[in-house]
T-cell receptor
Framework: RKEVEQDPGPFNVPEGATVAFNCTYS??????FFWYRQDCRKEPKLLMS???SGNEDGRFTAQLNRASQYISLLIRDSKLSDSATYLC??????????FGKGTRLSVIA | EPEVTQTPSHQVTQMGQEVILRCVPI?????FYWYRQILGQKVEFLVS????????KSEIFDDQFSVERPDGSNFTLKIRSTKLEDSAMYFC?????????????FGEGSRLTVL
């Protein structure tokens, strides 16, 4: 199994829709997880951290399922500005972060 | 808001030439990183640097690559003899705590094109 796997998409959704992305990881010892956002040809930026079962920040909810080794990101009431690539990021022990390939989201008016 | 700055934003070079990419991390950060992203592919870890030495490096970071913190502010990545496959966006990042705590602050990247 690859270290971090994501559905590449693209997910094309209308404004106002709810969309969810999943990410699976291989290292069962990982304790913390992150979602980064990357706009086209820009740098990644931290969106959310997930240290326990989940985290919520406004329209964004991240959930962790340790037994199945996946994390999810839910975006409610999608905005045009949410269009980006969402990167699932997992540290592997003491090594720095391993990035997934990302899931591309396009929110359409 | 403090930010990581990188120069140049874009460099075009001939195969076999040496390239130096420069970064100024956020001033109170202690950990520094280089990542690269080949067009259309994922962000890949190259090297991390802490306390004036390399703390981790990936298989990509071979003898052609080196990093240096020549003074109190700059953090550089040198590629000694560039290959076509080195063409990528190179991101510098810094963090206050170690990278596995998650919050890395990335610069806008330096796009390297090797001809």
């Amino acid at each position: 199994r690859k270290e971090v796997e994501q559905d590449p998409g693209p997910f094309n959704v209308p404004e106002g829709a709810t969309v969810a992305f999943n990410c699976t990881y291989s290292n069962s010892a990982s304790q913390s997880f992150f979602w980064y956002r990357q706009d086209c040809r820009k740098e990644p930026k931290l969106l959310m951290s997930v240290y326990s079962s989940g985290n919520e920040d406004g329209r964004f909810t991240a959930q962790l399922n340790r037994a199945s080794q996946y994390i999810s990101l839910l975006i409610r009431d999608s905005k045009l500005s949410d269009s980006a690539t969402y990167l699932c990021v997992v540290p592997l022990g003491n090594t720095p972060l391993v990035f997934g390939k990302g899931t591309r989201l396009s929110v359409i008016a | 808001e403090p930010e990581v700055t990188q120069t140049p934003s874009h460099q075009v070079t001939q195969m076999g030439q040496e390239v130096i990419l420069r970064c100024v991390p956020i001033s109170n950060h202690l950990y520094f990183y280089w990542y690269r992203q080949i067009l259309g592919q994922k962000v890949e870890f190259l090297v991390s640097f802490y306390n004036n030495e390399i703390s981790e490096k990936s298989e990509i970071f071979d003898d052609q690559f080196s990093v240096e913190r020549p003074d109190g502010s700059n953090f550089t990545l040198k590629i000694r003899s560039t290959k076509l496959e080195d063409s990528a966006m190179y991101f510098c990042a810094s963090s206050l705590a170690g990278g596995n705590t998650g919050e890395l602050f990335f610069g806008e990247g330096s796009r390297l094109t090797v001809l």
